[in-house]
Nanobody, 125 residues
Framework: QVQLVESGGGSVQAGGSLRLSCAIS????????LGWFRQAPGKGREGVAA????????DYADSVKGRFTVSQDYAKNTVYLDMNSLKPEDTAMYYC??????????????????WGQGTQVTVSS
């Protein structure tokens, strides 16, 4: 059973930084794509960034390019989302998700089968 556990959320002031972590377990394939998504109250789930272990493919939403960086630690089976220059509009519940066996990063929630429980990020002005 694939499991994902996010951590690292919190409250920061605008311009600050946070690092989110997503630990994944329970899979045996060598290729997996992990995506970061967020959902603000009253809004749909939005793809933020994604990375695939097979070929290193990455993708970012235009709203976070240049501010967020997705990376992975193979030894720890963990994916990170480094968020810099945070804005109040980045406030949301952040989720990581996994799609086993894929090699092309996707920001579409419907492309992912496994989801974590989410971690809250709040950015104050």
């Amino acid at each position: 059973q694939v499991q994902l556990v996010e951590s690292g959320g919190g409250s920061v002031q605008a311009g600050g930084s946070l690092r989110l972590s997503c630990a994944i377990s329970g899979y045996t394939y060598t290729s997996v794509c992990l995506g970061w998504f967020r959902q603000a109250p009253g809004k749909g789930r939005e793809g933020v960034a994604a990375i695939c272990t097979g070929g290193g493919s990455t993708d970012y939403a235009d709203s976070v390019k240049g501010r967020f960086t997705v990376s992975q630690d193979y030894a720890k089976n963990t994916v990170y989302l480094d968020m810099n220059s945070l804005k109040p509009e980045d406030t949301a519940m952040y989720y990581c998700a996994a799609q086993i066996g894929w090699m092309v990063a996707s920001l579409l929630p419907s492309d992912y089968d496994y989801w974590g429980q989410g971690t809250q990020v709040t950015v104050s002005s």
